[in-house]
């Protein structure tokens, strides 16, 4: 049996020069980073999820802040060519500006992929999460509110507010819609209300958010006190893994390309 590369524990400088010798292409699985260890914890199973699916690839992690080892470490150890690849969901700062720039001062031999974003497999995934807190997907009388995360990027506010309509395929669920925790609003309590008044009898919270941290307490927090149901967090499922491999392949033909 082959054993996946992730998480490998000698230290960078090392790991980086066997990645050189073999002429591989590192998928460096890059997080936001928490100061909640689920947070870290999380994005370290995805990246064993990544490494199961495909064994042979050199997976590694990094985070943009908080948690080690930080992005412009790994990126100034480089010493052969990768792709970074966001654990993000929304094409907003981090994705847009903070990457970007920490791959352009290094001068290394790396392209960005896209964001997770609201690709079919997680929308399914977090349809399956909702049903997992015990919704049927024919009962019509749920409203699914869509907690997210917002940004100041209208883009990708617009986005992720995508997500809600494509979560009622295949459902009689009588409508979804979308608050953000940080940002604009409205809040979860005005988007509860307005499910409300489009005739959904029973309010259940979906958080779009990859794992537990800071600001899924604060929706769990909301959905105890208002007495409504809760879903999990998209967590470090399969489906996860398998975006993540599919945005790093999208961005490798982009390298490749480039190098010939």
């Known amino acids: 049996m082959r054993v996946a590369r992730f998480v490998n524990h000698a230290p960078a400088t090392m790991q980086n020069a066997a990645m050189s010798r073999s002429g591989a292409i590192m998928l460096l699985l890059t997080a936001h980073g928490s100061r909640d260890p689920r947070s870290?914890?999380?994005?370290?199973?995805?990246?064993?999820?990544?490494?199961?699916?495909?064994?042979g690839l050199d997976v590694r992690l990094a985070f943009c802040e908080h948690n080690a080892p930080k992005l412009v470490?790994?990126?100034?150890?480089?010493?052969?060519?990768a792709v970074v690849t966001p654990l993000l969901l929304a094409n907003a700062y981090h994705a847009r500006i903070d990457i970007p720039a920490q791959i352009a001062r290094t001068g290394a031999d790396v392209v960005q992929a896209d964001v997770?974003?609201?690709d079919p497999r997680l929308i399914s995934l977090l349809r399956q999460r909702i049903t997992e807190a015990g919704v049927s997907r024919l009962d019509d009388r749920v409203g699914v509110l869509v907690a997210a995360i917002g940004s100041s990027d209208l883009l990708a506010n617009a986005r992720t507010r995508q997500v809600a309509p494509q979560l009622l395929t295949g459902t009689n669920w009588v409508g979804a819609t979308t608050a953000f925790v940080t940002?604009?609003?409205p809040s979860l309590a005005e988007a509860a209300g307005r499910l409300r008044?489009?005739?959904?009898?029973?309010?259940?919270?979906?958080?779009w958010f990859l794992a537990p941290g800071l600001l899924p307490d604060r929706v769990r927090r909301f959905a105890?006190?208002?007495?409504?149901?809760?879903?999990?967090?998209?967590?470090?499922?399969?489906?996860?893994?398998?975006t993540v491999l599919s945005r790093f392949d999208q961005a490798r033909s982009t390298l490749g390309r480039a190098a010939a």
């Open 40 to 55: 870290a914890a999380n994005a370290r199973a995805v990246a064993g999820q990544v490494a199961h699916l495909k064994p």
């Open 73 to 81: 470490d790994v990126l100034d150890g480089l010493t052969g060519a």
């Open 116 to 118: 997770l974003g609201e």
């Open 183 to 185: 940002r604009p609003g």
């Open 197 to 207: 008044r489009q005739g959904a009898r029973r309010v259940v919270v979906a958080p």
């Open 224 to 242: 105890d006190g208002a007495g409504l149901a809760l879903a999990e967090p998209l967590g470090a499922h399969r489906l996860v893994a398998e």
